[in-house]
């Protein structure tokens, strides 16, 4: 297991204002990092016998990852780890619950001013399986593109007129990853570990301060996942980065993230840290599964699809 050095700080986040004249502020979210309590993300789809029944694909899920800290989500296809992460971003439709970034409330979006919203969710970036880069463009064009959501639209529009500015801290970002050396290379002349690491200098350049990574590993051969791995719990220890990775092999999680946690059908099963957690309470996440239905697919209609405002 990676050693927790402890958050750095990411300064004061600012406290939510009030609604309908009170206060609400669950425990611990106006700390930085991610806080998410209750999520909900259910599915309307038809039975067997035609009749119109709900699925829950996350059901009242909680989850807190400080800054600092590396949090890998382990459990079986269809338990809700994906989902929970894309539905932070805006990518799966919440049903009912509470996102924080920052002690910023994402969700539900009215709590929030659509300034504070988007900053908040600029702060939130998120790396795939499929790390969706530009194969034709260069590595350095790749990681300026995390970037767009802060650049004026012309700018945004065109990638060749990333100011200088952005391509040298864009280089900063692939110093840190350690592909300084293939900036100019094409992305599609990487190996799929180096793609994985240009997308995490991507999310750099974002200027994220969460960092959401599904099933980063998935595709990679050993060498390359203790190469990403080490890097993403590089980023949150010696970078201050509140970390998520969903992860289908558990002993990679073991031994870099900092605490386990671990979903069935939707919910929390376990939460502790690696040393804490027994070999037979993962291994019953995934014999639990077999007796539960899979989470609804995502072309099911959503259920009160309130979508984290972009």
Same mark, same amino acid.
């Given at each position: 297991?990676?050693? +927790?050095?402890?958050?750095?700080?990411?300064?004061?986040?600012?406290?939510?204002?009030?609604?309908?004249?009170?206060?609400?502020?669950?425990?611990?979210?106006?700390?930085?990092?991610?806080?998410?309590?209750?999520?909900?993300?259910?599915?309307?789809?038809?039975?067997?016998?035609?009749?119109?029944?709900? /699925?829950?694909?996350?059901?009242?899920?909680?989850?807190?990852?400080?800054?600092?800290?590396?949090?890998?989500?382990?459990?079986?296809?269809?338990?809700?780890?994906?989902?929970?992460?894309?539905?932070?971003?805006?990518?799966?439709?919440?049903?009912?619950?509470?996102?924080?970034?920052?002690?910023?409330?994402?969700?539900?979006?009215? /709590?929030?001013?659509?300034?504070?919203?988007?900053?908040?969710?600029?702060?939130?970036?998120?790396?795939?399986?499929?790390?969706?880069?530009?194969?034709?463009?260069?590595?350095?064009?790749?990681?300026?593109?995390?970037?767009?959501?802060?650049?004026?639209?012309?700018?945004?529009?065109?990638?060749?007129?990333?100011?200088?500015?952005?391509?040298?801290?864009?280089?900063?970002?692939?110093?840190?990853?350690?592909?300084?050396?293939?900036?100019?290379?094409?992305?599609?002349?990487?190996?799929?570990?180096?793609?994985?690491?240009?997308?995490?200098?991507?999310?750099?350049?974002?200027?994220?301060?969460?960092?959401?990574?599904?099933?980063?590993?998935?595709?990679?051969?050993?060498?390359?996942s203790t190469q990403v791995m080490e890097l993403l719990a590089t980023l949150a220890h010696d970078e201050g980065l509140a970390v998520v990775a969903v992860l289908h092999d558990p002993e990679l999680a073991?031994? +870099?993230?900092?605490?386990?946690?671990?979903?069935?059908?939707?919910?929390?099963?376990?939460?502790?840290?690696?040393?804490?957690?027994? /070999?037979?309470?993962?291994?019953?996440?995934?014999?639990?599964?077999?007796?539960?239905?899979?989470?609804?697919?995502?072309?099911?209609?959503?259920?009160?699809?309130?979508?984290?405002?972009?």
């Open positions: 297991m990676a050693s +927790h050095h402890g958050a750095v700080g990411l300064g004061s986040p600012r406290a939510p204002g009030p609604v309908g004249g009170v206060l609400h502020l669950p425990d611990g979210v106006r700390s930085p990092g991610l806080h998410v309590r209750d999520l909900r993300v259910q599915f309307s789809t038809r039975s067997e016998a035609g009749e119109n029944v709900l /699925r829950s694909a996350v059901d009242g899920m909680d989850l807190d990852v400080a800054a600092g800290e590396l949090v890998a989500i382990l459990g079986a296809n269809g338990c809700g780890k994906s989902t929970t992460l894309k539905s932070v971003i805006g990518l799966a439709p919440v049903t009912s619950g509470e996102v924080w970034v920052d002690g910023e409330q994402v969700h539900p979006h009215h /709590r929030s001013s659509a300034a504070d919203q988007h900053e908040a969710r600029r702060r939130v970036a998120m790396i795939f399986q499929q790390v969706n880069l530009v194969r034709r463009r260069t590595v350095l064009d790749n990681v300026c593109a995390g970037a767009l959501g802060r650049l004026p639209l012309r700018q945004s529009l065109v990638a060749s007129l990333f100011p200088h500015d952005l391509r040298a801290e864009a280089m900063l970002c692939l110093d840190r990853v350690g592909l300084a050396d293939r900036a100019l290379d094409r992305v599609g002349q990487l190996s799929g570990g180096q793609q994985q690491r240009v997308a995490v200098a991507r999310a750099l350049c974002q200027r994220a301060s969460v960092l959401l990574a599904d099933e980063p590993t998935s595709a990679l051969d050993p060498a390359a073991r031994e +870099h993230a900092d605490r386990l946690v671990g979903m069935v059908a939707g919910r929390e099963q376990l939460n502790g840290a690696p040393d804490a957690v027994a /070999r037979d309470a993962v291994e019953h996440l995934y014999a639990a599964a077999a007796a539960v239905p899979a989470a609804a697919p995502t072309s099911d209609r959503p259920i009160t699809g309130t979508r984290i405002p972009a």
